[in-house]
C-alpha cells in the first residue's frame, strides 16, 4: 500500500514538476558525427546488462566520450575504460520516493553531454526522472509509457527478447 502511493508520488512529480519538453525537428543523419559525449544510462535489469556492452564498444571505437550512470554495486561488472567514466548511484543517492537525489541531480547537471542514451527498456521513474530533468538536445530510448515526454528518438522495444531490443539499437546508431 504505501509502496503504491510513493510510485503514484513519484509519477506525478516526474510529470508535473519538471516542465514539459518540447523537442525541435530534428535530423538526426548527421547527430552522430556532430556529437562527442554520451550518458549510457545503464538498465535496471540485471540480464539487460550486460547486453549493452556492445552497445559501449561500438561508442568507444567511434571515439565517443561515454559516460555511464549505473548502480555502485556494478560498477565491477564493466571494462576497465569504463569504470573510470562511471558516475554510480547507491542507497543515499535516491530520496524516499525512489527519485534522484539532489546531490546525484546536481552532478549530473553540472556535466555536459550532446546524447543520452536510456537503455531501460521498461519504465524506471528514478532514470525518466534523469532523462527529463538533464538539458540534452538528443534524447534516446525505448518506446514505453510516456516515452514521447523523455525521448525525442525511440527504439521499439521486443519484450521477449532484450537481445533483439538492444541489436535494434545498435543498428540505429550505426545508421547515425
Not at 510513493?6 to 514538476?17: L, P, S
Not at 540480464?47 to 555511464?68: A, G, M, S, T, V
Not at 569504470?83 to 542507497?91: F, L, M, P, Y
Not at 538539458?135 to 533483439?164: A, L, M, W
Given at each position: 500500500?504505501?509502496e503504491?502511493?510513493?510510485n ?37 535489469n ?7 556492452f ?11 566520450n561515454?559516460?555511464i ?13 569504463f ?11 535516491s530520496?524516499?520516493?525512489n ?11 553540472n ?33 514505453r ?6 525521448f525525442?528518438?525511440q ?16 543498428d540505429?546508431?550505426?545508421?547515425f
Amino acid at each position: 500500500m504505501i509502496e503504491t502511493l510513493k510510485n503514484k508520488a513519484a509519477k506525478f512529480i516526474v510529470k508535473n514538476r519538471i516542465p514539459g519538453i518540447d523537442f525541435d525537428h530534428r535530423n538526426f543523419s548527421s547527430v552522430f558525427t556532430k556529437t562527442y559525449s554520451f550518458l549510457i544510462i545503464m538498465p535496471e535489469n540485471e540480464r539487460d546488462f550486460r547486453l549493452i556492452f556492445p552497445i559501449l564498444e561500438y561508442l568507444k571505437e567511434q571515439r565517443k566520450n561515454i559516460i555511464i550512470l549505473t548502480h555502485d554495486f556494478r560498477i565491477s561488472l564493466l571494462a576497465p575504460y569504463f569504470k573510470t567514466n562511471a558516475v554510480e548511484h547507491g542507497i543515499n543517492d535516491s530520496t524516499k520516493l525512489n527519485l534522484p537525489s539532489k546531490n546525484l541531480l546536481n552532478k549530473l547537471t553540472n556535466m555536459r553531454f550532446d546524447v543520452l542514451i536510456d537503455t531501460n527498456r521498461e519504465e524506471n521513474l528514478f532514470y525518466s526522472y534523469i532523462a527529463k530533468l538533464l538539458d540534452v538536445k538528443v534524447k534516446i530510448g525505448f518506446v514505453r509509457t510516456d516515452s514521447d515526454n523523455y525521448f525525442n528518438f525511440q527504439i521499439v522495444s521486443k519484450q521477449n527478447d532484450p537481445e533483439i531490443s538492444y541489436n535494434n539499437l545498435l543498428d540505429c546508431l550505426k545508421m547515425f
